[in-house]
């Protein structure tokens, strides 16, 4: 990720782009580029220190300084450092200088200070080399460090990386983001919408796979709190709308010290690649939540949920996971919120209240302070507030009690259970 300082943009009234590297700028990258993957390889085993001075020493005109400095840092962030010293640094620098300080009270007007002396009475009492101490004094400062391994990515894929990671440092910015995608297959709807789940955005999906959909995701800027940590989040999935072959991208941004209110336009027309994976299935958190439910041997199973419901005039959603009763065939559906989303359990309450053509559990973090009464008994979804982090029984729990609730919240909606599927397209 490129920080504000390394960011290559241009302001026109009030909008706001990357300076993608294009025609001379990418040729003048390109040669920078292969130099520097050059360095970064053949200093795999050696100090940091090092590196740097030879990066510092490639010579790079004024005008290209920012696009170097944003290729060394995403290349830095393919790089594994780690400390190497068989002894705790701050532990020997302890011992040295409480030494040294001995030695230095204990001369003479006419003696000389023996470095050499103390590091070998230190070393004694450390069982270890006078060069081992010598090297170990600071081994745990940045420079040196050693350079473990280094993920080498070709030239191009770096410039790559390098465009995409414009877009992604101006939407650190952002208050709101609204993306249209159209025309791509079942299993990339999926994908996308599994992507804003996986990274536990704030968003709204209206649409359906015949007109495509529109993502309506809210920006860092507009939260109190937790500002950068939902920002890299949200940075995080941009990658995965890259994936997409159509789409047009607006985000709303507070830019420079002033927080100007700025417009940001990105679209498939700009050609950026990525080679995004897509996004487990489910998040971390409930694969063992998985394991954990299917410890208690029930009547049910769980699965991660691969369809999108998608209600006309509604918004489209994914829920996390999917229950099947082994005995009846009945599906109910699971969806967790996180810390941030307090807004969005709003939004999806409505929407139970409204009718919805499946059960559905929503789990909500206690943090959150909603009430599991808020939804009634002919609603086709039940709140479940945990502490910590969801419980297989207390899920279970909920799972066996009415099963007629889910039928006649699908009645009163006019439609029977699971009548809307987004695995297919069909309705």
Request: proline content about 5%; glycine content about 8%.
């Amino acid at each position: 990720m490129l920080t504000t300082d390394l960011l290559r943009v241009r302001r026109k009234g009030d909008a706001i782009a990357p300076r993608f590297l294009r025609g001379a700028d990418a040729a003048r990258a390109s040669t920078l580029a292969a130099r520097y993957l050059e360095l970064f390889a053949t200093h795999v085993g050696r100090p940091r220190e090092e590196l740097d001075a030879a990066l510092d020493a490639v010579e790079v005109p004024a005008r290209d300084r920012v696009v170097a400095l944003g290729l060394r840092k995403l290349l830095e962030d393919r790089c594994e450092f780690e400390m190497v010293s068989e002894l705790e640094p701050e532990a020997v620098r302890r011992a040295v200088f409480l030494a040294a300080a001995a030695a230095h009270r204990a001369l003479g007007l006419t003696d000389e200070f023996d470095r050499g002396a103390v590091l070998a009475e230190v070393a004694t009492r450390l069982s270890a080399t006078p060069a081992d101490l010598d090297k170990a004094l600071y081994a745990d400062l940045r420079g040196s460090e050693i350079l473990k391994t280094f993920d080498r990515p070709s030239p191009s894929a770096l410039l790559s990386r390098y465009d995409v990671a414009l877009a992604q440092g101006i939407l650190l910015r952002a208050t709101k983001v609204v993306a249209q995608v159209r025309g791509q297959p079942p299993a990339r709807y999926r994908a996308l919408f599994r992507a804003l789940r996986f990274h536990g955005l704030l968003s709204q999906v209206r649409g359906g796979p015949e007109t495509g959909y529109v993502l309506e995701i809210d920006g860092p800027f507009s939260l109190f709190d937790a500002v950068q940590r939902y920002g890299l989040k949200l940075a995080l999935f941009l990658p995965h709308l890259l994936a997409c072959s159509q789409y047009e991208l607006r985000a709303q941004v507070l830019w420079g010290k002033s927080k100007d209110r700025l417009v940001f336009d990105l679209s498939s027309a700009e050609g950026l690649a990525t080679t995004a994976a897509d996004p487990p299935t489910t998040a971390p958190e409930l694969d063992g939540f998985m394991e954990g439910f299917a410890k208690l041997e029930s009547e049910w199973s769980v699965h991660p949920n691969e369809r999108i419901f998608a209600l006309p005039g509604e918004v489209a959603f994914v829920p996390d996971l999917r229950f099947d009763n082994r005995e009846t065939g009945e599906e109910v559906y699971l969806e967790t919120f996180g810390f941030w989303s307090r807004d969005a359990v709003w939004r999806r309450v409505e929407l139970l209240r409204k009718g919805f053509p499946a059960r559905i559990v929503l789990a909500i973090g206690k943090q959150l302070r909603v009430s599991e009464e808020v939804l009634d008994e002919d609603a086709a979804g039940e709140i479940y507030v945990y502490r910590a982090s969801p419980s297989p029984r207390a899920v279970l729990e909920r799972l066996r009690r009415d099963k007629r609730q889910g039928q006649r919240a699908g009645r009163s909606a006019g439609l029977p259970p699971h009548a809307v599927r987004g695995d297919e397209g069909e309705k």
